[in-house]
């Protein structure tokens, strides 16, 4: 799989930056992966099987669901869903969901996903159907649906699990 898939080593995920849905010329639902040097690569697979790929790269679990972290936010938060959850990869790549786009088909989705150690900040921002924006590293701009309430929250909870997860590692 590593052969085919130059972008799925520990070098270059070390520069990912963010992972979104995107819309092939050809109409396929693709993934396009940012990282910090500006390049883009579009991989032409969902984003759900690339995101898959990452975690058993990382030896992870993509859902999560015994993690610490996943039961502890579980508890504390109201609104905490499987839709809206933080990814932790390793303690230095937490992903973060943000909504993207509006998907044209039901299965096709509008969330991609932000390495939270890479969002150098973020702003309300008003244009066409996007409510916010993440400055990102490398000087790339990503923008949201989502207001700047609800992005606020995500990056605080992805913030809490990637404390935790960190104290996980250093107590072992």
């Not at 070098?11 to 109409?27: H, Q, S």
């Not at 924006?133 to 609800?150: E, P, S």
Request: glycine letters at 10%; proline letters at 3%; a positive charge.
């Amino acid at each position: 799989m590593h052969g085919l898939l130059p972008w799925l080593r520990d070098c270059e995920l070390a520069k990912l930056v963010c992972a979104i849905p995107v819309y092939g010329t050809d109409g396929g639902n693709y993934t396009e992966l940012w990282f910090e040097d500006g390049r883009r690569v579009v991989v032409n697979n969902r984003l759900r099987t690339v995101i898959g790929w990452m975690a058993r790269f990382f030896g992870v679990d993509v859902d999560q669901e015994d993690a610490v972290w996943h039961r502890e936010a579980k508890k504390s938060h109201s609104n905490y869903s499987h839709r809206n959850r933080p990814l932790a990869l390793i303690p230095s790549i937490i992903l973060v969901p943000v909504a993207v786009r509006k998907p044209q088909y039901r299965d096709h989705g509008g969330v991609g996903y932000v390495v939270r150690q890479k969002i150098l900040g973020w702003e309300k921002y008003e244009g066409g159907e996007y409510r916010s924006r993440l400055f990102l590293a490398g000087g790339q701009i990503l923008f949201c649906l989502h207001n700047d309430r609800t992005l606020t929250y995500r990056i605080t909870l992805a913030d809490r699990i990637g404390r935790r997860y960190q104290e996980i590692v250093t107590a072992l």
